[in-house]
């Protein structure tokens, strides 16, 4: 397998769409902020895949004219040894989509909405950067599964290719002055899946109209990756956000008696055992009285209890 | 089932513990600002969760002198129909429990570490309010699981108790000046877990030591629960953080290629067999010649492309 072969490159090389792995990479790597790919070094080739033919080729899984989907980068040949490098065949239908709706973009979109965002019929789905190749393969798998898609995008064409092409039931032009309200106008049952693709403003005009147990995958803060640092202003959503994204994090709201009721006789028997087991232990804090539980309560919220506040109004036996 | 029964209310009131649905929806409605709960109107018994004793009833289900969990309020007695109430039986252990390790606090703690916490063996797991019915709770199950547990409370004898009783590998006191710096040493792993209870300066010290693919169960935010509004300031984390708690919303960061590269065939088939059937249309800005890949990149992050962007550098064919 270390073989090398020549291959021909770059046929066609990727320079990212909006959102995705691939852009927030690809911009990442030009700066030297942590981030979980190295930085390019200068005078290094500027990294990004490719779709390129083999010239020439020592290795038996490869032959002239083959194409290829590879990691080459911002330069017209290349050598590569094999490895991570996947063969399309001779004579694909078309070669670059494999950068695009058949490669890493559409594969974000899949998942993301399908796994993260899971989608139901009749359900409004906001997706951002409608017409990029994340954006519009999320809006169209959302018509696919029944869902109201509601497109962002910058400007009155894409905005009309999202409708027109694409089938979104509605594009809005982040560019309007008055977005946020065109938005909630768009939105009259509210979101309940949001694909994250591009943060800032788009991101604060759909807060607001999330529903309960939306779903937001959070794919790509694209509006912000050209910004020197992240604002060490006083707002750190920014900054929560690139955390959550660089670090592939999961924060979820949950509130017990709607989201688990369900598994209450699971968690019982469980629990119960570990009582009885003296495997955990339990620490109440009594206070006797009715009229005490005023105080009670402020000083919980204060912090000034010390396990469980439990107010004993009558005998306990 | 509608015939009414009299309970003995409260033998033993609640006025909650730190975090957990119930702290949220006490002091949730002592305001008539939005929440999934109505406010409670003046003049109204003031909500909460009871365990009582039934003085008389009418109902096949209830007898006198049966232990009862309700949702009676800040009262001596009530009258209930008989409706989520749960008869506990003549004679339980630990009446009072039923308000915290075996009901909704211990509920919460064992839902949230256990399904979206996903704890495992090695892994860091930090909790707030760590002497709190829920934050006890995580703690104590984290270690059952095999977690290095790390607390942090409001003072040193909670910190002893959380270390000395409950088994905390570590519990650090959020008074202390140089608290993050003490996380931050006491974690130098990083923190896989944050089971999110309090918010405010705890998340504020957890947010920069949070690891690839981290989990943060959001189940309270207490120390925000007296103020008297959300904060309008710049800072809009505090905002985020309680539509998500409220909402029960789901925010996930994930790249495409570490989180799901096992499932790539899938996706291929699946969208392979869409794209064949015109279910999902694909768009690409096609640009020639790598001397534009800087201008055309540029002009990505700017939002000036309009589908997928691609930079042919040799023949297509």
Redesign the interface.
């Known amino acids: 397998m270390l073989t090398h072969c020549w291959q021909?490159?770059?046929?066609?090389?990727?320079?990212?769409?909006?959102g995705?792995?691939a852009?927030?990479k690809?911009?990442g790597r030009m700066s030297d902020a942590p981030s979980?790919s190295p930085p390019v070094k200068i005078g290094e080739v500027?990294c990004g895949a490719t779709v390129s033919?083999v010239v020439s080729s020592l290795h038996p899984d490869f032959a002239e004219g083959d194409w290829v989907l590879a990691y080459s980068g911002?330069?017209?040949y290349d050598i590569a040894s094999g490895d991570d490098v996947i063969n399309l065949g001779k004579d694909p239908q078309h070669?670059?989509?494999s950068?695009?709706?058949?490669g890493?973009?559409?594969?974000?979109a899949?998942?993301?909405l399908l796994?993260?965002g899971q989608p139901k019929a009749g359900e409004t789905l906001v997706v951002a950067a409608a017409?990029?190749?994340v954006g519009?393969?999320v809006g169209?798998?959302g018509k696919?599964k029944g869902c109201r898609v509601v497109g962002v995008a910058?400007g009155k064409?894409?905005c009309r290719?999202a409708v027109e092409?694409?089938?979104f039931d509605l594009c809005l032009d982040h560019h309007a002055e008055d977005f946020a309200e065109q938005l909630a106008i768009a939105c009259p049952q509210g979101i309940d899946i949001y694909f994250e693709n591009v943060g800032g403003k788009v991101f604060d005009a759909v807060?607001?109209l999330?529903?309960?147990?939306?779903?937001?995958?959070?794919?790509g803060l694209?509006s912000g990756?050209?910004a020197t640092e992240l604002p060490d202003?006083?707002?750190?959503?920014p900054?929560?956000?690139a955390?959550?994204?660089?670090?592939?994090?999961?924060?979820?709201?949950?509130?017990?008696?709607?989201?688990?009721g369900h598994?209450?006789n699971e968690?019982?028997q469980?629990?119960?055992k570990?009582?009885k087991q003296e495997?955990?232990?339990?620490?109440?804090q009594?206070?006797e009285g009715?009229e005490q539980?005023p105080q009670?309560?402020i000083g919980?919220?204060?912090?000034r209890?010390?396990?469980?506040?439990?107010?004993?109004?009558?005998?306990?036996r």
């Open positions: 021909e490159t770059i046929r066609l090389c990727p320079v990212i769409g909006r995705g792995d852009g927030y690809v911009r979980y500027m033919r911002w330069q017209d070669p670059s989509w950068l695009g709706i058949l890493m973009p559409g594969f974000a899949y998942m993301g796994d993260i017409t990029g190749p519009a393969t169209q798998i696919i910058g064409e894409k290719h092409v694409l089938g807060l607001p999330l529903n309960t147990q939306a779903r937001i995958p959070l794919c694209v990756y050209n202003g006083p707002d750190r959503i900054l929560l956000m955390t959550l994204l660089k670090k592939r994090i999961r924060l979820q709201g949950f509130i017990i008696s709607q989201d688990y598994r209450i968690f019982q469980e629990m119960g570990w009582v495997m955990i232990h339990y620490r109440e009594l206070t009715l539980a009670t309560f919980m919220l204060e912090g209890n010390f396990g469980k506040v439990v107010v004993q109004v009558g005998p306990s």
